[in-house]
T-cell receptor, first 116, second 117 residues
Framework: DTEVTQTPKHLVMGMTNKKSLKCEQHMGHRAMYWYKQKAKKPPELMFVYSYEKLSINESVPSRFSPECPNSSLLNLHLHALQPEDSALYLCASSHDLSGRLTDTQYFGPGTRLTVL | DAKTTQPTSMDCAEGRAANLPCNHS???????VYWYRQIHSQGPQYIIHGLKNNETNEMASLIITEDRKSSTLILPHATLRDTAVYYC??????????????????FGQGTILTVHP
């Protein structure tokens, strides 16, 4: 099973709302990622978690708050977003970050977020 | 990580081979060439990767030139379902991958491949 699932598929929220995106994988992967993809642009890395610890934050604004409650789950908490944050949010996972084994990243289908 | 250059778009007839070029003239010795694709409204999908030898799997073949400054992804018998954006990515991997050892994928603009009936 090489599936990464993301919920919800679509989300519409106002600028004062608080919402969360969820990502799940059951491949035993210990590295998980959040990417953001604006329309007609390539994906851009936001966060990397390694063994449930935040490893990389690519200077993402604090209105995006990631959380990795266990090795299978990755959340992205959203608060006070702006309309320009509307995008496809992609989650990915890989075996780990060591590179000793395959480091293929498996992506979920994404959550299409619209901020009004 | 080294920068890559790909054509903006390409067309291919169904059933024919699709050859997607990628230029990575500044690639260094410990950098691998990865290919991912993204079908419309889906997440990116890993295709293949290589260091210096040619590679083949069930999806595609990867041909890397001897000087490693360019590569070609070959889809041997393109189908309509292969219509997608194809990303060529060059990156280090392993314990010495940039000190932090994180597997960052830096996507370029990619090539939009359209397969026609």
């Amino acid at each position: 099973d090489t599936e990464v699932t993301q919920t919800p598929k679509h989300l519409v929220m106002g600028m004062t709302n608080k919402k969360s995106l969820k990502c799940e994988q059951h491949m035993g992967h210990r590295a998980m990622y959040w990417y953001k993809q604006k329309a007609k642009k390539p994906p851009e890395l936001m966060f990397v978690y390694s063994y449930e610890k935040l490893s990389i934050n690519e200077s993402v604004p604090s209105r995006f708050s990631p959380e990795c409650p266990n090795s299978s789950l990755l959340n992205l908490h959203l608060h006070a977003l702006q309309p320009e944050d509307s995008a496809l949010y992609l989650c990915a996972s890989s075996h780990d970050l060591s590179g000793r084994l395959t480091d293929t990243q498996y992506f979920g289908p994404g959550t299409r977020l619209t901020v009004l | 990580d080294a920068k890559t250059t790909q054509p903006t778009s390409m067309d291919c007839a169904e059933g024919r081979a699709a050859n997607l070029p990628c230029n990575h003239s500044t690639i260094s010795g410990n950098e691998y060439v990865y290919w991912y694709r993204q079908i419309h409204s889906q997440g990116p999908q890993y295709i293949i990767h290589g260091l210096k030898n040619n590679e083949t799997n069930e999806m595609a073949s990867l041909i890397i030139t001897e000087d490693r400054k360019s590569s070609t992804l070959i889809l041997p018998h393109a189908t309509l379902r292969d219509t997608a954006v194809y990303y060529c990515i060059v990156r280090r991997r392993g314990p010495n991958a940039g000190g932090t050892s994180y597997g960052k994928l830096t996507f370029g603009q990619g090539t939009i491949l359209t397969v026609h009936p």
